[in-house]
């Protein structure tokens, strides 16, 4: 098998995993939103913790503690990626499946627009339509809700926010996770421990196990997300990540019955004509990009 081929396969084993999300959070019930994250930031430092001394990469976190520049930007980064743990947890045991999907819908362009903004990047025409299309889907569904889709722009800010963190720091996936589990760790304890009250403990032993695993369910699709990035070409990583918020979609929209009037869907169609316009200027992009620098040879 060859190394893109399998880079294929862990990225779409991520995106499979990801998009099964909304049927992993439910079983945390009667937990709160913010009881299910306080144990998944615990739980994940646990996992992580693991992972770098099995793997001997303990100096690789400390050395980007050390540095000052990277622990800032990866402790905003642990404040975000909580935002976005938080929201997701509380849109999918709210019965807000299909905001959720949309949300990571947007990120996409989202993280377009945050290049733009932030890192001065030029758009092409293309993703300026693509860029468009999102902004009528978000005011089509603010009329069709009678208020913005607060989820959905959270999740789709706060993810593209994490992103541009994580590409400017510069730290593994492992090593950056370590970190911002370790940032959050003294206020999930805290909840956990002294504010939460907390149902470890008082729903059996099946309860604890599920909320234990919350870890390994946070580190494993990060860990495979992290295996296919370094094989295949961002097209592809490009692509597959339409896998997760496709699959919550009809999960929503399917399994938990959750209504979609005609506007709705308008707002969805509007966003998926956008997406594609994205992807397929992604592609062209990559290919026009392979031609120009096998040109000379």
Do not use: C
């Not at 739980?43 to 913790?49: F, I, P």
């Not at 050390?66 to 709210?94: E, M, P």
């Not at 926010?161 to 720091?169: D, E, P, S, V």
């Amino acid at each position: 098998m060859t190394s893109t081929r399998r880079g294929t396969i862990y990225g779409a084993s991520a995106y499979l995993m990801w998009g099964l999300f909304p049927l992993y959070w439910p079983l945390l019930e009667p937990s709160s939103a913010l009881e299910v994250l306080a144990h998944r930031v615990l739980w994940s430092l646990v996992v992580v913790a693991v992972l770098l001394a099995v793997t001997r990469r303990l100096e690789q976190v400390r050395a980007a503690v050390r540095d000052r520049r990277r622990f800032a930007q990866l402790s905003l980064a642990a404040v975000v990626v909580a935002v976005n743990w938080g929201t997701y947890i509380y849109g999918v045991t709210s019965d807000q499946v299909v905001e959720t999907s949309l949300g990571y819908f947007v990120n996409p362009i989202v993280t377009v627009l945050l290049g733009v903004l932030v890192l001065r990047e030029r758009l092409r025409p293309a993703q300026w339509t693509a860029l468009g299309a999102a902004l009528v889907a978000v005011l089509v569904l603010t009329v069709e809700n009678g208020s913005p889709p607060w989820i959905a722009l959270v999740l789709a800010f706060s993810f593209g926010t994490y992103g541009l963190l994580k590409k400017t720091a510069g730290v593994g996936a492992v090593e950056g996770l370590a970190i911002e589990t370790g940032v959050l760790f003294p206020v999930a304890a805290v909840y956990v421990l002294v504010v939460g009250g907390g149902t470890f403990g008082s729903e059996g032993p099946g309860h604890m196990a599920l909320l234990a695993l919350s870890g390994v369910v946070t580190a494993v699709p990060l860990l495979l997300f992290g295996a296919a990035a370094s094989r295949v070409p961002l097209t592809t990583l490009g692509i597959l990540q339409y896998f997760a918020p496709t699959m919550q979609f009809l999960l929503g929209v399917t399994l938990f019955g959750e209504p979609l009037p005609v506007v709705k869907l308008v707002g969805f169609v509007l966003v998926w004509i956008g997406l594609a316009l994205f992807t397929y200027d992604l592609v062209r992009h990559h290919r026009s990009s392979r031609l120009a620098v096998a040109a000379p040879a």
